[in-house]
């Protein structure tokens, strides 16, 4: 807690009346809320005016950066003009039309339609439903199974959640919901053994042809995965992975939904994760990067094939939320869009800051502490571990990476831990000055958490 009066108000205020998302609300109350004021670039100031860099772009959203007047004047101008109507009574409106439109155009091969929701959340319960819905118009409604990773994160309702594979989420709740099943996640560091990576990425793909042929073809409606997994830790797979993956997925018949909340909108360096990887998804879930989170939208993008289904024999779609295709925030994420194509920034991003980050990344990988740092894009991980020689992590997951997160926050750099890994996604419009100022600060965080717990390296 501080001993700014005003601050320690709405610390206590919020101990008292706001329950935090993924957080152990008893231990935040006691050590009293971070509290962000404002944003500029790739810099956020806390209430103390602590300025920090920002390497996660908020919660891997903020493609675009912090304090883009445009997007603010796009909400106002859209407000001023309409505010809201809905999508529902035979209506729309033209931003959210033109958005349609534009995702049409951007997205890989023949995802051309969009269906808006708000959030990345949303984006996956309207497809768990339309994916079954898909099947069940053309008879086949016992082809209802979902396969998802363990480990896998799609959101946090309950199609969200149950998707996902994060085993403390389907703690609360009672999930999965039935027909959802999970395979092992391809993740060589600690699953690789002796294989070279493009090896055991093949090996992990075929994981989910034995599961489509234990649960039978007859009943596998779709696979759904990040193509980079985020929550997790930044699990990169191997080259061979998502090709493989795809070709599995048209030999049985099963939809594939390359779920490109994180990915999408620049994270890896392409617009979206199957660029990168070279494979075409049926369906996809976009979110995040799509408005650089000044707004909440999000949308699922669907093929020709799904979409023709859906419209021709589906009748009456009995879904939709009063903000699909809320006018405001259309008009937010086709401005976001405008910024990102007309300025060049995934271009930039991808040409001049990714090999850069790339190889200060890997200077950081140098540290004793990083057993593997990993990177795509603008999007990547350091694996900290006991020991650097061997692949294995420290027997009480976790610590270690929440010390060095707030380590960092002192040097004035906010990295996500997740368990031991440290999580990279800063705004794309990072400057090659800002990666120098994330390298030194990283380092002097790996250097503090070494000694801090008698680390072998810092004897
Ligand atoms: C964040 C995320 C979601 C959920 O999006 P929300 O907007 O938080 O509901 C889904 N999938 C992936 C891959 C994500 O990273």
Not at 58 to 75: D, K, P
Not at 165 to 189: C, E, K, N, S
Request: proline content about 5%; some cysteine; overall charge negative.
């Amino acid at each position: 807690m501080t001993t700014d009066p005003a601050l320690a108000t709405l610390q206590q205020l919020d101990a008292r009346h706001h329950l935090h998302p993924f957080n152990d609300n008893a231990a935040l109350a006691r050590k009293g809320t971070r509290i962000l004021v404002r944003g500029e670039g790739c810099h956020v100031w806390d209430a103390h005016g602590q300025r920090l860099l920002d390497a996660f772009a908020g919660l891997w959203c903020v493609n675009v950066g912090y304090g883009r007047r445009e997007l603010g004047e796009a909400a106002a101008r859209q407000m001023d003009t309409l505010a809201y109507y809905n999508s529902f009574f035979a209506c729309t409106t033209e931003p959210t039309v033109r958005l349609a439109a534009k995702l049409a155009e951007l997205a890989p091969g023949d995802l051309n339609h969009a269906f808006f929701t708000n959030s990345g959340s949303e984006a996956n319960d309207t497809i768990l439903r339309m994916v079954r819905h898909f099947w069940a118009v053309q008879d086949r409604p016992q082809k209802n199974i979902v396969i998802g990773r363990r480990n896998g994160y799609h959101g946090s309702t309950v199609a969200g959640a149950s998707l996902g594979g994060m085993a403390v989420m389907h703690r609360q709740g009672g999930l999965p919901i039935p027909d959802i099943h999970h395979i092992d996640p391809p993740f060589w560091f600690a699953d690789g053994g002796d294989l070279d990576p493009d090896a055991y990425g093949l090996l992990a793909a075929r994981r989910l042809e034995q599961k489509i042929l234990e649960l039978g073809p007859e009943r596998v409606a779709a696979f759904i995965g990040e193509p980079i997994m985020g929550a997790i830790g930044v699990w990169i797979p191997p080259r061979t992975y998502w090709p493989e993956v795809e070709r599995i997925c048209r030999a049985y018949d099963v939809l594939l939904i390359a779920d490109e909340v994180i990915c999408g909108f620049g994270r890896t360096g392409e617009w979206f994760g199957q660029q990168y990887f070279g494979f075409q998804a049926d369906i996809m879930p976009i979110a995040k990067g799509l408005s650089s989170g000044y707004i909440p939208i999000g949308a699922v993008m669907f093929n020709d094939r799904v979409a023709g289904v859906l419209k021709e024999r589906g009748g009456e779609l009995a879904h939709g939320y009063t903000y699909s295709g809320h006018p405001v925030c259309a008009a937010v994420a086709l401005e976001n869009i405008r910024l990102l194509q007309e300025e060049g920034i995934v271009e930039r991003a991808r040409r001049e800051i990714a090999p850069y980050l790339a190889e200060r990344w890997a200077q950081l990988g140098e540290h004793p502490l990083v057993g593997e740092a990993r990177i795509a894009g603008l999007v990547g991980a350091l694996e900290l571990v006991p020991d650097k020689r061997v692949r294995r992590g420290f027997p009480e997951p976790g610590k270690v990476g929440t010390l060095c997160r707030d380590l960092a926050l002192e040097e004035g750099l906010i990295l996500r831990a997740t368990y031991d890994a440290m999580l990279l996604s800063p705004p794309l419009v990072i400057g090659r000055a800002e990666v120098d100022e994330l390298f030194e600060k990283a380092w002097r965080a790996l250097d503090r958490t070494a000694r801090a717990i008698g680390h072998a390296s810092a004897a």
